[in-house]
């Protein structure tokens, strides 16, 4: 999974009372291989996560799927959750996270 932070994604200035380092926690807690990027290009859409599929997943189709507007503690869990469960390609996309689904940059 990469994490966008830096720019304006992850930042106390564009998203006050977001407990950032905390989401970053609750993904490795899950078990979550966490990168961190400082910008994906995608401003408009902060807070940015990109859960990419797991090799297994990749053989079976799965491609990585952007996320944004992920601010919410419980939001988290679901990504933290799905992410665990092998993400794309190996586990369905949970309904809760369908709203928070974009488009990666260069895909429109």
């Known amino acids: 999974m990469t994490v966008c932070r830096d720019c304006c994604c992850g930042t106390d200035r564009k998203h006050p009372g977001t407990d950032h380092d ?19 290009d995608v401003c408009e859409h902060s807070n940015v996560m990109v859960v990419h599929p ?21 939001v988290v869990e679901y990504v933290a959750a799905w992410a665990a469960a092998g993400g794309p390609g190996a586990a369905e996309l949970p309904v809760a996270l369908m709203p928070y689904v974009i488009e990666a940059p260069g895909q429109a």
């Not at 989401?23 to 966490?34: I, M, N, S, T, Y």
């Not at 797991?54 to 944004?68: C, D, E, F, I, T």
């Open 22 to 40: 905390g989401q970053l926690r609750q993904l490795e807690k899950a078990g979550v291989r966490v990168r961190i990027a400082t910008c994906l």
């Open 54 to 74: 797991r090799p297994s997943g990749r053989r079976a189709g799965g491609r990585p799927v952007w996320l944004g507007g992920v601010l919410d503690e419980t």
